[in-house]
């Protein structure tokens, strides 16, 4: 009886050993599968298909070489970062003396994003804000205060003199009116060109008073500054 338990334990223990060995195998027949779609995706320029395919092989089977496809995938895809995180990982489980030419690749693949990330212009809108002052929150000052004071309070004396020369034109449409009869017809359309001028004139006038004062104040703020 005792013989006969050993046996199926024995048995059992056999059996179970050869369903390890082939989920083994078998994962590692799919992890090949993944790694071929892999490098099939990478040479087609589907890049993002073969980090899914390599990382799925990478699960299946561990093995180290495949961080080192996916660094080279994430560098080509552009993610510096990604492929630095990688490449370092790869480095600290791959075994010593094997993969050397991985190796190197990795060590150069580190050096080189490493100083490409030195070179590159801080993002940081913190930084970027202090390094570049904001002109909408400050007036110009100098000669280009000067310049566009200048030019609104000469904007604006033009402005006013087309309002006089739209008032005067005004006034002569009026005594023209007085000194004609006109019908009923021809009476409506004066008016309404004479509406139509005095509404030009008060814009103009309106929009002229105001270019001068601006540029006036422009220029005595630009004088204030350089007397300090």
């Known amino acids: 009886m005792l013989l006969i338990l050993l046996l199926l334990v024995a048995g059992t223990g056999q059996a179970s050993g050869d369903a390890s060995a ?45 961080i080192e496809d996916m660094a080279v995938t994430a560098e080509t895809m552009g993610n510096v970062e990604r492929a630095l995180e ?21 060590n150069k693949r580190i050096e080189r994003l490493t100083s490409r990330t030195k070179q590159q212009p801080p993002d940081n809108p913190a930084a970027l804000a202090t ?26 004396a033009a402005l006013l003199l087309i309002s006089l020369g739209t008032a005067v034109a005004g ?5 023209m009116l007085e000194a004609t009869p006109l019908t009923l017809p021809a009476l409506e359309e004066s008016l309404s060109r004479g509406r139509s001028l005095n ?13 001068a004062v601006g540029g006036g104040v422009w220029l005595g703020v630009d004088r204030l500054r350089r007397r300090r």
Request: no cysteine.
């Open 22 to 66: 082939t989920d083994v195998a078998a994962d590692r027949k799919l992890a090949k599968d993944h790694y071929d779609a892999g490098r099939d995706a990478f040479d087609k320029g589907r890049y993002t298909t073969a980090m899914l395919e390599f990382e799925a092989a990478y699960a299946l089977s561990s093995e180290p070489i495949l």
């Open 86 to 106: 990688l490449t370092r990982k790869f480095l600290t489980l791959v075994k010593t003396g094997s993969e050397p030419e991985a190796v190197e690749a990795a």
């Open 131 to 156: 390094a570049s002052p904001n002109l909408a929150q400050s007036p110009p000052s100098g000669k280009a205060a000067r310049i566009g004071g200048s030019v609104m309070v000469g904007g604006g």
């Open 171 to 175: 006034g002569t449409l009026a005594g």
């Open 199 to 211: 509404a030009v004139a008060g814009s103009t006038l309106a929009i002229g008073v105001a270019l």
